[in-house]
């Protein structure tokens, strides 16, 4: 399994950003997949899923400011996040749910900064 997050860098508050992740070795129609995220001294969150059917879900702290998709064909999974804020600040990884692959990858940075 491999999994390939891409999309960081640095973006003013209010501002928007849309991360891609890349997977091999899991097939998107048998697994839910998430964006998960992690702050230096904190535990990995899990913020946005999918289902197999491409039903939604998302932590209450990125609800109605992010949008999570996929492409089963090419076995992307995408992230697209608007009204960005300071505490947005992380690296974010994309897994599988509810129990993600130990392969997390290096993840993207993204800082919410003016």
């Known amino acids: 399994v491999q999994l390939q997050a891409s999309g960081g860098g640095l973006v003013q508050p209010g501002g928007y950003l849309r991360l891609s992740c890349q997977a091999s070795g899991i097939n998107f129609r048998f697994n839910y997949m998430g964006w998960y995220r992690q702050v230096p001294g904190k535990q990995r969150e899990l913020i946005a899923r999918i289902t197999t059917g491409g039903f939604p879900n998302y932590a209450d702290s990125v609800k109605g400011r992010f949008t999570i998709s996929k492409d089963n064909a090419k076995n992307s999974l995408y992230l697209q996040m608007n009204s960005l804020k300071p505490e947005d600040t992380a690296v974010y990884y994309c897994?599988?749910?509810?129990?993600?692959?130990?392969?997390w990858g290096q993840g993207t940075q993204f800082t919410v900064s003016s």
């Open positions: 897994n599988t749910v509810p129990n993600p692959t130990p392969s």
